[in-house]
């Protein structure tokens, strides 16, 4: 049973920092590009930063200079920090993970929320 799960969510003032950190159980975790994605209320969910499985990372232009994603294979475990939060960044958190060869191996975590507010 594949699980992804999320947690570092929380609420924070505008200009602070989370750490957020999906857990994956069931996959083989090096097999998988890992991502993050975010969807605010009425809004449509998101690309926020994905990692490769070789590494390679890849960001929104609204978190570039802000979010760094990262991955550890031997804790099977993808982390976004995100510093200079904004209120705009406020939104339900997911963690994705896709198979990087094999279409259909796609799963979704069940999110965290953050909320950016003074």
């Known amino acids: 049973q594949v699980q992804l799960v999320e947690s570092g969510g929380g609420l924070v003032q505008p200009g602070g920092s989370l750490r957020l950190s999906c857990a994956a159980s069931?996959?083989?975790?090096?097999?998988?590009?890992m991502g993050w994605y975010r969807q605010a209320p009425g809004k449509q969910r998101e690309l926020v930063a994905d990692?490769?499985?070789?590494?390679?990372?890849n960001y929104a232009d609204f978190v570039k200079g802000r979010f760094t994603i990262s991955r550890d294979n031997a804790k099977n475990t993808v982390y976004l920090q995100m510093n200079s939060l904004k209120p705009e960044d406020t939104a339900v958190y997911y963690c994705?993970?896709?198979?990087?060869?094999?279409?259909?191996?796609?799963?979704w975590g069940q999110g965290t929320q953050v909320t950016v507010s003074s």
């Open positions: 990692v490769s499985s070789g590494g390679r990372t």
């Open positions: 994705n993970a896709v198979h990087r060869r094999v279409l259909g191996y796609n799963y």
């Open positions: 069931g996959i083989i975790f090096s097999m998988y590009g």
